[in-house]
C-alpha cells in the first residue's frame, strides 16, 4: 500500500507560479512511475504529467497544454513527488493529484487505469 498526500495548491494570478508536493509514504521503493492528473470544473480528469522509470532511465512526459512551463520531479530521500507550475494560465485551474503505480511503462502512462495509487488532490485556482 502506498499512501499519497498533496500540497502547495492555492490561489494565483495569471502568469504566476505554484509549487505542488505529493508526500508519499508505504511501499514507496515500488513506485516506479509518477504522475499528475488534473479535473477542471465541470470536466473529466486529465493527464498532466508523469515520469517513468525504465533501464535506461527515467523518461518524463507532458499534456501538450503544458509543455515548457511544467515540471516534474521527484525527491527519492524524502519520498516527494513535486510539481512546479510556471507561467499559470485560467485554463490551468482544477483539482490537481498526484498518482503512482509500481509498473514501468513503454510510452507515456496518460491513463487513469495504469494509476494504483492516487492522493486526494489539491485545489489550484488562477485568476485571470
Known amino acids: 500500500q502506498v499512501q499519497l498526500v498533496e500540497s502547495g495548491g492555492g490561489l494565483v494570478q495569471a502568469g504566476g507560479s505554484l509549487r505542488l508536493s505529493c508526500a508519499a509514504s508505504g511501499r514507496t521503493f515500488s513506485s516506479n512511475t509518477v504522475g499528475w492528473f488534473r479535473q477542471a470544473p465541470g470536466k473529466e480528469r486529465a493527464f498532466v504529467t508523469a515520469?517513468?522509470?525504465?533501464?535506461?532511465?527515467?523518461?518524463?512526459y507532458y499534456a501538450d497544454s503544458v509543455k515548457g512551463r511544467f515540471t516534474i520531479s521527484r525527491d527519492n530521500g524524502n519520498n516527494t513527488i513535486h510539481l512546479q507550475m510556471n507561467s499559470l494560465k485560467p485554463e490551468d485551474t482544477g483539482v490537481y493529484y498526484c498518482?503512482?503505480?509500481?509498473?514501468?511503462?513503454?510510452?507515456?502512462?496518460?491513463?487513469?487505469?495504469?494509476?494504483?495509487?492516487w492522493g486526494q488532490g489539491t485545489q489550484v485556482t488562477v485568476s485571470s
Open positions: 515520469a517513468t522509470n525504465t533501464r535506461s532511465g527515467r523518461i518524463t
Open positions: 498518482a503512482v503505480d509500481s509498473r514501468r511503462y513503454f510510452g507515456a502512462p496518460v491513463k487513469e487505469s495504469q494509476y494504483s495509487y
